[in-house]
């Protein structure tokens, strides 16, 4: 089902509004301090990196120049004035722009409007993401191929542009692994409408085709690499995945050396040889993704075909990886396993309609 659509100022009364600013009153009312002045004038803030811009570069916003009316540890009301933009406020107050969904959320608004006050969350106020009637979910999309061709594992370059456009258009939030993992550790809140997007074995059309068009939209996505297809065929080339690596949107981890099903063992394997092929695996693959590219930490592994068993998941924990993924569908709430998380699969013969099913941002809390 596709979520509400978060109403607009101008659709609600004009007064002090909404829970979050009860909330914050009553956070406020035994332990407020004196307004403070405005901090020295920060750097302008830039729009979050998600807008799609094919235009020139943006005017930077104005600086937040509104007033303080109270604020303790974890909230503070802020007045804006005329002008003033949510992320020149996350900037001013949060650090960065790219915060400013969290004043979106907490207020149940799109915008600021000058004169009408806004709870600015200085704290995390739910960072596990539940709530009375919901979990929070973060489904992680899974691709394979782009450009042309019968396969339903090719999506052409159309197809998820369409995809990444209804994404940014439907405020849904791209985020990265490295966030996801922090959000499953307590210590970081994510936008109720989290999404990753990961890429497994290093097809070159993906250089070609999907992280051009990852730029435009300014989406972050993790490609999962087996470094013995790594320049070979149609795949990309070690100074290909350098150069992707260094936009910054694109994190490179392991999906094994060979790409040998993990849970598949040959006739002739003994116990012992299984064991010592399977750490060969996922220790080879690190190792050499991380000598190509100096700098990379390599501590996640899509496995092989999505298979994993009691075996292959110790070995990971051994070698150091962090997250382990499957192809299991369904969004990831706070409490799932870190190396057996789910991802879904999205092919070329998918619709937008389809698309959209599939983003499962959210659970309902059942009465037991």
């Keep these: 089902m596709r979520p509400a659509p978060v109403p607009r100022r101008s659709d609600r009364p004009r007064s002090w509004r909404g829970a979050a600013a009860l909330l914050a009153s009553a956070l406020l009312a035994g332990c407020a301090t004196a307004p403070l002045p405005p901090p020295a004038a920060p750097a302008a803030a830039a729009p979050p990196v998600q807008a799609r811009d094919d235009g020139p570069p943006p005017a930077p916003w104005p600086q937040a120049g509104g007033e303080v009316l109270g604020r303790n540890e974890r909230l503070l009301i802020y007045l804006p004035r005329a002008g003033d933009r949510l992320g020149a406020i996350a900037a001013r107050f949060l650090g960065s722009a790219d915060r400013a969904w969290t004043i979106a959320e907490l207020n149940a608004v799109t915008e600021a409007e000058a004169g009408v006050p806004l709870t600015v969350p200085l704290q995390p106020l739910n960072p596990l993401g539940v709530t009375a009637e919901r979990i929070q979910t973060v489904p992680i999309l ?204 999205i092919f070329g013969d998918l619709g937008l309609d389809g698309f959209r099913a599939r983003l499962q941002t959210q659970r309902s809390v059942q009465a037991p």
């Excluded at 070698?319 to 709430?333: E, W």
Aim: charged fraction near 25%.
């Design 142 to 345: 899974c691709y394979h191929r782009f450009g042309s061709g019968n396969s339903k594992m090719v999506v052409s370059p159309a197809q998820f542009e369409a995809q990444l456009e209804w994404l940014a258009r439907n405020d849904y939030r791209v985020i990265r692994l490295a966030e996801l993992a922090e959000f499953m550790a307590g210590r970081r809140q994510l936008p109720a409408r989290s999404v990753v997007i990961s890429i497994d074995d290093g097809y070159e059309s993906v250089h070609r085709h999907a992280a051009p068009l990852l730029r435009k939209f300014g989406f972050p996505a993790t490609l999962f690499v087996y470094p013995d297809f790594v320049g070979a065929g149609d795949a990309m080339s070690w100074t290909q995945l350098r150069e992707l690596a260094a936009t910054g949107l694109f994190d490179i981890q392991s999906h094994s050396k060979s790409h040998r099903n993990l849970v598949d063992r040959a006739p002739d394997e003994s116990d012992e040889q299984y064991r010592r092929n399977v750490d060969a695996e996922l220790r080879g693959s690190r190792s050499l993704i991380e000598a190509r590219l100096p700098g990379k930490r390599v501590d996640q592994i899509a496995y092989p075909f999505g298979d994993a068993n009691l075996l292959v998941v110790d070995a990971a924990a051994r070698h150091g990886y962090q997250l382990g993924f499957t192809v299991v569908p369904g969004g990831n709430a706070f409490f799932a396993q870190p190396l057996l998380l789910r991802r879904t699969m």
